[in-house]
């Protein structure tokens, strides 16, 4: 399974973006390897649509659950259509690695 929590930084250690679409990194973690990587979103800098763009990101990647504070009208439609699960994480100033450990331990609730 693929969680992607959107950042504001690059690392596990830097802290969740309440924004979505307009987050600067993405970072999808792999809960069957471990493995977490880190990417800048291609949609963050763009006049308008971003939110869209953003789910395709995702669906492109294979994320199979997006932790945010979040999720637009138009990207919301966009994920669920493309089978993403949407767990709202409402804690403020935590870090990715922290939302990975709630998602993965089933304490945040769906969107």
């Known amino acids: 399974m693929k969680i992607c929590i959107p950042a504001k930084g690059p690392d596990s250690g830097d802290l969740v973006d309440e924004r979505f679409g307009r987050a600067p990194y993405y970072l999808i973690h792999d809960t069957e390897t471990g493995e977490t990587r880190s990417y800048k979103n291609p949609a ?35 994920l669920k259509a493309g089978g993403i699960t949407i ?15 709630a998602a993965s331990g089933g304490r945040l609730r769906e969107q």
């Not at 767990?87 to 990715?96: C, F, K």
């Open 44 to 78: 963050a800098e763009a006049m308008g649509g971003v939110g869209p763009r953003a789910a395709q990101f995702l669906l492109d990647h294979d994320v199979n659950i997006l932790v945010a504070a979040r999720v637009g009208g138009n990207a919301l439609e966009a």
């Open 87 to 101: 767990l709202l994480s409402e804690e403020t100033g935590g870090t990715v690695r922290e939302a990975i450990t």
